[in-house]
């Protein structure tokens, strides 16, 4: 498709859009002056903003396809906001957002409810969240796009995610079936419903997911479900509400791509990408910078958070932090949820966690991102360190979370999942309040 | 160049990228486990995030650029992060960042301290801070760049024309607000960057780096400096490891770079560096809503709305509606961003629902967004100019003709007669050394920023006739 043809084609939806969307919006955005998204008031200490991180770079494409004066860039650096509770506990907790997302993920529901960050705050953690590098309000690096469209050369360009609306359902959600059909061909269904291909071989996992799925309220926009605005050929009717939760706004592209990738020789492979590479980095500096922290990663950024383990163990290397391996004390524990735990593709070893203590943590349907964890949590255990493997299928948990999928954080179990994380970091990470009333100045 | 001869030039430079950066990274940023960011505690009745608005795009380069099945990607819907008080006496407040930059600009500033939002919330203000459709948290159309590259090999001309090109602020925030490069035509490589008021006062006692050429033309101005934080009266506000040019090492890996000159961007005036590495710079994102489609309007002049001016005004209609009425604060590029959104609630018919307009630096022009001085007969309207900016011809235009129509509207330029101006008597105008001498268009980043919201809230308070307050329910206490 040409631009112009969707300039075109835009134009003419537009004005319906513009005139129809407005009417039935209200349904799909929780605003807060209907319905609050908090469990109850919050006290606070202290929250802002801020940079961590970032290199120069120096460029003739920085806002033009044709080169121009030279400006300079900084790329690579993270976002982070935060939020300190009168009298937290001595370590602040850490957050990042997996592939495709932002640190919005971790704020609200889409439903309009209290978001793991809120959470965190209130059960007395100074808590970070983070758009990771590359990502969101992080910005990335333009001018590599600019200079690639200018020399007419995109052979190569990395794209920049998949996680469309459909790529998303198909995902954690449900399936579109028949096999090999896609929303224009073929009808989505949610897992567990008639038809769910995984049933036959897995009944166990055949089950509703407890994600903001219909019928809970405020989970789809009507405006979307009626292809108000709409670019492009018309999906399968059947499709149109499952193409239109609220959830899907939240995606973002990896615009991380952007960003140069590194070598790490005590990696196999030892060519590591730019997300791994700058969030990895930007991490270790910030667990630095606060003198200490948990850090709690998802999916794509589960290898983000053990490169940052190898980025502390290099900047001990260095003598950064004083005392030998002071910097890798710097990390009160780490917790994987949903991701990868490879110590072969981040150079590190199971002792390396002989004082970090250390969770893997998966949703009730088995994912096959963590579910290679098993050895990483059993080496830790023989070296004599503290390591658990919390899959919330589990007989335990008999069906409490049953259905809960990858994006846990944005699930109707999202509260409960998350106090279960906090549950097994109170047993096993030493995390006392400061007693720090946050006097100063009063209110 | 390609992605594999990018790699592997990337590899070489990184390596001292990380090793470097590493020793003095900690100088840049302030933790807030050392120095608090708000000036007092805060208690909060509600916040969170969500989105408003977006249209479906039904594309086969919804995941890569090779076409493949059809995929769906909503587009165009604004991220909204709002936080209310514990009393709310106020309306709520819709904040919005201009070109460049995200609603980050407003959540701290770049001296790590209170931002707007966290001063407005303090105030009774529930406050909802966006990022424009398109940037930041709301994401944008990625589909547009891989059809793009995707037709570049076999129509190279319809994938330029497909592909936008990513703007938004770099170094030419510099130049743009904080100061100048000499001689002229030359860039950060060839010229020496100076601070505006350069070489008046630079704490230290040491002559600053060179000259403000405005110094010649406007003595006065070369009585005080900027309020964004600089060395080295902030230590903290440059990066040491951006100023100290690592990460860069030539060949740099990063597509066509520059190489540094014996360490530094220009080694005639190695000042250069420091001021290249302001923690301010941080802020910026890529304008990445030229990804979006534009749209046409019939009572605009041209008819043909680029894309800024298509999704964020009728998101933020969307968001005012939604709120049950608000008043919106523009800045800069959003200007015209707030006046479409008139132009959209008055189609909608929900023009009573906006209770007042504040244009920071841009906005006012009524041509271009459909827009008359009539529709602002009932909803108070704010133009605000901080130092640095000339007179607008397009605001002094709409206030007088809103006011020649019985409504409410003022011009508050901070560098002329006024009540905010205590007891500074003049000279106003370009001799002006008032309480807001130097400063900038990014005012909500430097540290001034709290006094002049003060301004702005002061004008508020007069003008805008508030709700009744509203007490949050305690009814339990969140577990």
Redo the contacts between chains.
Sequence with gaps: ????Q??K???S???A???V??AA??LA?????DK??????????????????????????????TPS?????????M?V??Q?P?NARRW?LIMVHGGGY???CL??TPD?R??WY?RSV?RGL?TYVV?QAGR??????????????A????????????T????IWTAWFGFIVPAGS???TGTMIQRGDAGDPTCASDPFHCAHTVQVIPPVPHSV?P??KA?????????NPANDTY??L?H??????N?NVTL????CSTCNPT?INGAD?WSG?DLA?LV????GGIVATHSQSGSVGHHMVR?LK??DA?G?CGAAGACLAMLKGLITIDGACSFANTGLTAADFANIPYLVFRGWYPSPISNGCDATVAAIKAAGGTADFIKLDDPSFGTRFQGVTHMMMMSTKSLEVFDEILKWADKNIRNPRTGDS?E???? | MRHDQFKRKALSVLVAVVAGAIATSASAVRYPTEHRYLTKPLQICDQGIFYVGGAPKVTPFGANSTPGAYTQIIIGSMFVHFQVPMKSKSWPLIIVHGSGYTGSCVEGTAAGSEGWMDYTVRHGIPTYVVDQSGRGRSGFDKSVIHEGEHLISTDPAAALALLPTFGGSTSTAWTSWFGSIVPALTDVTDGEMVRFGAPALQSNGLPAPGMDPLCVTRPARCTFLGHIPMEPEAPWAVDQAIASRMGIGAPAGLGTVKPDVGGHVNPAFPLNDRYLALEAYKFNVPNTESTLPGSTCPSCLPTTLNATNTWTPRALATLVEGLGGAIVATHSQSGQIGMNMVRVLREDGKLDMLKGLIQVEGGSNTVTSGTTADDFKSIPYLAFKGNYSATSTVAQTLVDAIKGLGGTADYIQLDQPGPWQGAYQGPYGFDYVGPFKGVSHMMMIETSNLRVMDVILNWVGNNIKQPEPTRCPVDDDGD
């Design positions: 498709m040409r631009r112009d969707l300039i084609k835009s134009i939806v537009l004005s859009a513009v005139l969307s407005f919006t209200a955005t929780v605003y807060p002056t609050r998204h908090l469990t109850g008031p919050l006290r606070i200490c202290d929250q802002g903003s801020f940079f961590v991180g970032g290199v120069p770079k120096v460029t003739q494409y920085a806002n033009s396809v004066s030279y400006q300079e860039l900084i790329i690579t650096q976002y906001q935060f300190m009168p602040p932002s640190g919005s704020e609200s309009g209290e978001g809120s209130r100074a758009d969101g309000r992080s910005g990335f690096d333009r001018s590599f796009i600019n200079e690639a469209i020399t007419g050369n995109l052979a190569g360009f990395p794209n920049l995610g998949n469309s609306s459909s790529g896609d929303i224009i926009d405006s979307i292809r108000v605005g709409a670019i492009g050929p018309a999906p193409l239109a609220e899907y706004k939240y995606g973002l592209p615009t140069p990738n590194s070598t060519t590479t980095r500096t630095e910078g606060l003198k980025y290099e900047d260095a950064k946050c100063e100045g009063s209110e």
